[in-house]
């Protein structure tokens, strides 16, 4: 396969990829509207069998946040560091997290009509 075979096909799939993405999130956006509606009906009863295979339950999550704020906060309340030594803790905490380099293709337009691959 040439390379201008394999840049075709590529573009080809982005531009599938792109038409996906615009569909999913209007599929996303009608879920969130839905599940809107149903919350408050399955809040008091808890599930709704739909058959004898499926049923939508209703159910509550919680979830931990560990930003810098929540960091800096537990770091200064359980522990005997100030909130400025805290911060400071969490900022060279920050600093050093290692990076990941991640190779990727992007599509830019030429204004003549052309596509350009950066790589």
């Known amino acids: 396969m040439s390379l201008y075979d394999l840049a ?5 799939i ?9 569909q999913r999130k209007l599929l996303r956006d009608r879920k969130k ?10 809040k008091d009863s808890g599930e709704l069998g739909i058959d004898e295979y499926t049923k939508i339950e209703y159910k509550t999550r919680t979830s931990k946040s560990l930003g810098k704020k929540n960091m800096i906060a537990i770091l200064s309340e359980k522990t005997n560091l100030t909130e400025t030594k805290a911060r ?10 290692p990076e990941k380099e991640v190779p990727m293709l992007k599509v830019h337009t030429v204004t003549s009509g052309k596509q350009n691959i950066e790589i």
């Open 8 to 12: 075709n096909e590529w573009l080809t």
């Open 88 to 97: 400071a803790l969490v900022e060279l905490m920050y600093d050093n997290r």
């Open 33 to 42: 509207e839905l599940t809107v509606q149903l919350i408050p009906l399955l």
């Open 14 to 22: 982005d531009e599938a990829e792109k038409k996906l993405a615009e």
